[in-house]
């Protein structure tokens, strides 16, 4: 059976693994737009680009976490209004809406795993545009949206932490990095699998609508993941040094912590995504990563000291 698929943001980091993930079923029949070809914020070009869609798959996004606290207004057009945009045309044709969203919703003062159902409270502009599309999916698609929240997103496609340390790990003798925020690096192509399975099972029937969190099992912080970037990629992990985020002062604030819990993917009959540090090692194994601690590895002892 045929199933007319929709990604939007299809030219992004995880877009594109969407795409790649749907075109390997022989029962998708996939149309990815870019933002060239598709602007979320214009409401006609959205309900026809959704118009003969089954799925929509939204990846299109505001990910600008400083641009956004600078300019809010624009942010919020792109992740709510946008999304609205988006879940109104489903709303009219019937079709469902996969959104991603992010751990950014919260407030990042918890102690333990959030859950699903756990109140949003953002501390920064960007979480509140991110808030913002996620009322718009529960308001107009009660029974047939999806919120996937995701969180440290790294993978082939466009500038990510992993790629930056292993670039960084060419130039630098030594890497000073954050260790007192906690999150759940999540490789974009784990993502993009569960996303598509997700899909599958909504159209089944056998997914209920709501929230679902689409972070990687486990915790660590960004200096764990680092000095893991680093060991796997045959590279010293002390080179890596632990500083407190005070050193690194940014426009937008972070959550310290944004450990997401995964209760809801049993309610559609799927096991939740792998454990971070299982996703890092299948991802350091791909060429486009191994050929990134390649070069990393080729430049030690070659670089002048910081």
């Known amino acids: 059976m045929t199933t007319h698929w929709l990604v939007t943001g299809a030219h992004g980091l995880l877009g594109r693994e969407v795409r790649a993930e749907l075109a390997a079923d022989p029962g998708a029949v996939v149309t990815a737009p870019g933002r060239d070809r598709l602007d979320i914020t214009d409401p006609a070009a959205v309900r026809a680009a959704v118009d003969g869609h089954?799925?929509?798959?939204?990846?299109?996004?505001?990910?600008?976490?400083?641009?956004?606290?600078?300019?809010?207004?624009?942010?919020?057009?792109?992740?709510?209004?946008?999304?609205?945009?988006?879940a109104r045309a489903c709303a009219d044709t019937g079709a469902l809406l996969l959104h991603i969203s992010t751990d950014y919703v919260f407030p990042g003062d918890a102690r333990g795993p959030y859950p699903e159902d756990a109140p949003t409270e953002p501390v920064n502009a960007y979480g509140r545009s991110k808030q913002a599309g996620e009322r718009a999916v529960a308001e107009l698609l009660p029974e047939t949206g999806y919120i996937v929240r995701t969180a440290w997103l790294y993978g082939e496609h466009g500038r990510n932490f992993v790629a930056t340390v292993l670039g960084l790990a060419a130039r630098r003798t030594t890497l000073d990095v954050v260790a007192d925020q906690h999150g759940q690096p999540t490789w974009s192509r784990a993502l993009a699998r569960h996303l598509a399975a997700l899909g599958r099972a909504a159209l089944a029937g056998r997914a209920p609508a709501g929230v679902y969190h689409g972070t990687a099992a486990g915790q660590t912080t960004w200096h764990g993941l680092a000095r893991e970037t680093f060991r796997l990629g045959g590279l010293d992990p002390a080179r890596v040094r632990p500083v407190g985020s005070d050193k690194f002062p940014r426009p937008a604030a972070r959550p310290a912590f944004g450990v997401l819990g995964h209760g809801n993917w049993a309610r559609a009959g799927l096991a939740p995504l792998p454990r971070w540090d299982d996703q890092l090692t299948a991802a350091l194994a791909t060429p486009h990563f191994a050929a990134l601690a390649l070069a990393a590895r080729s430049a030690v002892g070659g670089h002048p000291p910081d």
Do not use: P
């Open 54 to 86: 089954r799925v929509v798959v939204n990846c299109a996004a505001w990910t600008d976490v400083d641009g956004a606290e600078r300019d809010e207004a624009a942010a919020t057009a792109v992740n709510g209004t946008g999304v609205r945009h988006l």
